[in-house]
């Protein structure tokens, strides 16, 4: 098993920055991919970065916001800079198994809220 932990959440103003952490502990070398997700009030859970031996953003924060990885630490970050109302959201951390012998789903964080004031 695997757990994540995340932190860093916070209320900021539009145009500033955060840096969320996301900690695993347990089983991590049954860990691959990590990534960060977030889910608005009304809306459906999205993927906002991953970080494996490649690294992904989606449209809507790329250019603002840059996952990065210790391995030495099994922790898993996300800058955020120029944020903005529309990124007001709780942010969960997830995690992906390397083969179904360690996991046969990934694994999620309690998550972190994030709020943007305009």
């Known amino acids: 098993q695997v757990q994540l932990v995340e932190s860093g959440g916070n209320l900021v103003q539009a145009g500033g920055s955060l840096r969320l952490s996301c900690a695993a502990s347990g089983d991590t070398i049954c860990i691959d991919a990590m990534a960060w997700y977030r889910q608005a009030p009304g809306k459906e859970r999205e993927l906002v970065a991953a970080i494996s031996y490649f690294t992904y953003y989606s449209d809507s924060v790329k250019g603002r916001f840059t996952i990065s990885r210790d391995n030495a630490k099994n922790t898993v970050f996300l800058q955020m800079n120029g944020l903005k109302p529309e990124d007001t959201a709780v942010y969960y951390c997830?995690?992906?198994?390397?083969?179904?012998?360690?996991?046969?789903?990934?694994?999620w964080g309690q998550g972190t809220q994030v709020t943007v004031s305009s």
């Open positions: 997830n995690a992906s198994p390397v083969d179904r012998d360690c996991s046969t789903h990934d694994w």
